[in-house]
DNA sequence: GCTAACACAATTGTATACAATCGGCATGCA
DNA sequence: TGCATGCCGATTGTATACAATTGTGTTAGC
């Protein structure tokens, strides 16, 4: 379940994509790393055509960013960054649930119940990288259910900062555990179908976030 | 020796971006015209390489259509298109405006306004291209102001599907008038450090925008 | 000792060649 | 005649080779 659309014959640049993010996401590349095309390419053991695909791919999604002639670089993101992401994630979010509120299906709870559940069990495993991937599919999934296809293209291509964000901004489990958990009340705010209070609780829910990662901030310049 | 030309070259990537998208705005390329990376290649007197990078971001942007081993096409939209990234767009430049209005200088309302009198002229030119071009200028010029550059991007990707839909959706010179005539209202609470009035302003433009091409379709079903 | 120019190397940009995949069409069989 | 099947062409996917640009180190000159 990754960033890459489902593909019938994955070829070599989805896979590039894929496993270049995941070792971002996943701590194996740190943030202001540097890289080079062919360096990608030799380990991955293809050519330079594909690797330049992927590599241009992530540096639209703002994993990358390329220097001319001076190689790549895993992109950092600051504290500005942080704030500006989380405000524009709370107004399309909250729009996505507003949406969502009005069409939602019994069906379509329930699978948010269970994205929530996922949450949970990985928070008891103590994963951070897991804790979020399942942290981002519980938001994404909401923002499916809003029937409105291109603010959840949107909220997708955000995920991917915020997902970065969360690896440059690395929070305490605590802090982790009692975000997650405010998925629960704003689920049964849902249940009850109170658009008012479960808006309120997701707007806080994200704001918050950018709570959670401010202490531990150790950013380069 | 000579001077060194310090060219910087633009890339043959990047032209063929510019040249493409220009091509469906302006109408040279219709949606839903079929294309393929080699006829691109042969047009422009380049090598597939570069074409290649150019429809992959194309095809990012929404304006290209990528079906595997069955040629390209040019992206078209429908009437929920239509409605939902207005939806959408009400919201993010809503924001926007909210941002803005808390820090806005007297330059950069001198600069929207001269955005808005750029919107004037060309629509006495009857160039609805030109008058689209311009619109967009003014709202991504709001963007800019709100100081957020994750929003200003959102909204920069946005306005690529809002340009496409344009074009879709043919409107009437006279509907296209009343629909910028709003910019001036809109500028002059801006001036009167009028958030609330301004935002209310802004919000019927954007969505009022929708009823602008809907009379000159026939697909509603 | 310092500056400036030059050459080299690293890296990306582009072209060309070839392989793989899939849709369509014709053909053969029932 | 209808359907299945296999071949062919069109298109994309990947590899390799080469050109162009630029950062950097070294050296020559002052």
Redesign the interface.
């Known amino acids: 379940m990754g960033i890459v659309p489902q593909v ?1 014959h994955p070829g070599l640049v989805d896979q590039l994509v894929e496993h270049v993010f995941d070792a971002v996401i996943s701590g194996k590349l740190k943030h202001g790393s540097e890289l080079t095309e062919e360096k990608i390419a030799t380990d991955f053991g293809v050519s330079r ?1 594909p690797v ?2 992927a590599v ?2 992530l540096a ?1 999604m703002g994993v990358l960013v390329v220097r001319p002639r001076c190689g790549l670089e895993v992109a950092s993101f600051d504290a500005d ?1 942080l704030e ?2 989380a ?2 994630r709370a ?2 979010e909250c ?1 996505s649930l507003r ?1 969502a509120m009005a069409r939602i299906t019994d069906d379509e709870i329930l699978a948010l119940s269970h994205a929530a559940d996922l949450c949970d069990a990985k928070l008891k495993n103590k994963d951070r990288v897991e804790v979020f991937r399942a942290d981002s599919r519980f938001h994404l999934l909401l923002s499916e259910f809003s029937g ?4 959840a293209d ?1 909220l997708r ?2 995920d991917v ?1 915020v997902q970065l964000c969360r690896m440059v901004f690395c929070a305490s489990m605590k802090k982790i555990k009692s975000s997650v958990q405010c998925h629960r009340p704003l689920l049964e705010a849902i249940r009850n179908r109170d658009a008012r209070r479960a808006e309120r609780l997701l707007r806080e829910h994200i704001l918050q976030s950018v709570q959670v990662f401010e202490p531990s901030v150790s950013s380069r310049t």
Chains 1, 2 share one sequence.
């Not at 409105?148 to 603010?151: A, C, I, P, S, T």
């Open positions: 019938r055509t330049r695909e241009r791919r639209e960054d500006q992401i405000v524009l107004a399309l729009l949406l409105n296809k291109h603010l949107t291509r955000l900062k």
